[in-house]
């Protein structure tokens, strides 16, 4: 076997993405693989005479490649950027770590692109109430899957890998949805509500009296398959692009938009953001985040909402009249003062001319010095 040292870039490369094999997704490693050939074909172009990892520099080899990433045609997007380099920093790492002389630090943290910032795109609610329709109407076996992403929030992917037996019973009245393990290599439990269970029930059916239910393997899912569940999303897409068009539907429709409409619904419904991120199967509140869309109407709502609550927490007090004081003495002109300075404050937070509020607080003011010289007075009688 040839010493580290004397491989080349492809064989070195090439070991380590075989190591890499044993512990990544098939998906996870040809996204490697593609980046350190990526990689290989820039320093090819470039720099042909370099042949090991060690002779790697981070000027001008590294900061080479990253130039040439920015002027890529068709340009590249930032994500892209960021997970080329997140990506092959880690292959450095790996190798560092299995003996190659590996220079340190070649990829630094100024180096990453910013991330693109982009809006949630839930659909809009005439949008949303339209395509819901039309899949009620088609209620075939794909609408009725798309139902389901669409009621649950979960990934298109997920509900391809559902099985028949999906939903359970947790207790009385206590139904859940068993989602696989999905993206990030996790299982959930997502509540499923009579509709949903309404849905899945619809689907077994369809699933039954369909043909295709005679495909190979295609009894342990769900949603009959020949084998992969990769053919099934395109279709399922098409099927929701024919819906949207046949509903009248103003935007543009994928499976993914279902579920960030379902994070904001979910999110206007009033449930915890630490709540959703569980139902939404992530790992970082982040992402929840990104997912969500609050509009300004909902900013007015909730500021409405807790200036309530919070007026109802507090008490006000009363002013006492002749009846209450029975003498008039500097403790009961003391308390007449403190009511009355605390109903003129409450008074003024919720005007909303912001020169009356001047003018009442400056009233305030003055009320707080007659407070102050009272107590003087009583300090002078002692």
Known sequence: ???????????????????????LRPATLRGYRSIARCFLRYLHEAFPQLQRP??????????????WLSQHDPPLHNDTRHLYLR?????????????????????RREDFPPPDHYLPRPLPLEDDQLLQQELRR?????????????ATGIRIGECIDLRPDCVRQLGPDHWIL????????????VPADPEVQRMVTRILQLRALAAAVTLPHSE???????????????????????????AGCSSHVTPHRLRHTYASEMLRLGISLPALMRLLGHKDIRMTLRYVEVTQQDVQHEFHRARQSAAQLHRVPILPT??????????????????????????????TDEKIRRKLQRLDHRLLAVADQLDHVTIAKK
């Open 54 to 67: 060690g002779q790697l520099s981070r000027d001008p080899h590294l900061l080479g490649w990253f130039r």
């Open 322 to 351: 002749s009846k209450d004081i029975l003498s008039a003495d500097l403790p009961g002109i003391h308390h007449a003062l403190a009511a009355t300075r605390h109903l003129l404050e409450m008074y003024r937070r919720s005007l």
């Open 138 to 150: 088609t209620d075939d076996l794909l609408s009725n899957a798309l139902l389901l992403t669409r």
């Open 220 to 246: 342990e899912w769900l949603l009959p398959r020949n084998g992969s569940h990769h053919p099934l999303y395109p279709t399922l897409k098409e099927a929701l692009a024919a819906a949207a068009k046949r």
């Open 178 to 189: 068993h989602v696989p393990l999905g993206k990030l290599h996790s299982e959930r439990l």
């Open 87 to 107: 990506s092959f920093r880690r292959l450095l790492e790996d190798l560092a770590a299995n003996g190659h002389p590996v220079q340190p630090d070649l990829i």
């Open 1 to 23: 076997m040839r010493h580290p040292s004397k491989l080349g870039f492809e064989q070195i490369f090439e070991a380590h993405l075989q190591t890499l094999a044993l512990t």
